[in-house]
């Protein structure tokens, strides 16, 4: 069964340093997704993506981060200088024509 | 504004003991209640999609049932392999596919 995939499992990283979160999506999916989850807290969404542009973000979602499809598989999100508060699961989703699916996710921790 | 509220936050049932959880919601416009279980530190997991008033889907031991105002998940017979979170989520207007997720009830069940 087609699934979502992401890399790295953990990442940690110095405040203030790049990462970069990895998606491969379903393959015949056309929407994408990234949410994140602070422990203890709920889903929030974070940005869509859609024939190769933003199609929509949320208010977390600002200057710091950015997101791109580097190739016909890969989705990443890149925090360029990461804050204490940026620590949570990063999970990435595709859908279809409804059904977002999503990731295993991400784990960030800033240190 | 736009808001999900789960409740109980977390119910602890014995084997075979059926219960319900709720989700109520506050949209404009309701596209679609979508359920998902998640694990600890994992992705959640697709299980339904509900799109109007009086649906109900099945899987299993879990049935989800929609109303103008709530989606009620219902566990008949649980077994300690249906401990996890169950998340819910709306999707609003036509001009967004967020997902707008309520906090989650953390089911336990015990043998």
């Known amino acids: 069964e087609p699934e979502v995939t992401q890399t790295p499992s953990h990442q940690v990283t110095q405040m203030g340093q790049e990462v970069i979160l990895r998606c491969v999506p379903i393959?015949?999916?056309?929407?994408f997704y990234w949410y994140r989850q602070i422990l203890g807290q709920k889903v929030e969404f974070l940005v869509s993506?859609?024939?190769?542009?933003?199609?929509?973000k949320s208010e977390i979602f600002d200057d710091q981060f950015s997101v791109e499809r580097p190739d016909g598989s890969n989705f990443t999100l890149k925090i360029r200088s990461t804050k204490l508060e940026d620590s949570a699961m990063y999970f990435c989703?595709?859908?279809?024509?409804?059904?977002?699916?999503f990731g295993p996710g991400t784990r960030l921790t800033v240190l | 504004e736009d808001q999900v509220t789960q409740s109980p936050e977390a119910l602890r049932l014995q084997e075979g003991e059926s219960s319900s959880l709720n989700c109520s919601y506050t949209v404009s416009g309701l596209r679609g209640l979508f359920w998902y279980r998640q694990d600890p530190g994992k992705g959640p997991e697709f299980l339904f999609t509900?799109?109007?008033a009086g649906e109900e889907k099945e899987k299993e031991r879990l049935k989800a049932t929609l109303t103008k105002k709530e989606s009620f998940l219902h566990i008949t017979a649980p077994k300690p392999e249906d401990s996890a979170t169950y998340l819910c989520a709306v999707q609003a207007p036509r001009n967004t596919d967020k997902l707008i997720f309520g906090t989650g009830t953390r089911l336990q069940v015990f043998p």
């Open positions: 993506f859609y024939n190769n542009e933003i199609s929509e």
């Open positions: 989703a595709s859908s279809g024509p409804t059904t977002q699916y």
């Open positions: 509900l799109y109007s």
């Open positions: 393959s015949n999916h056309l929407y």
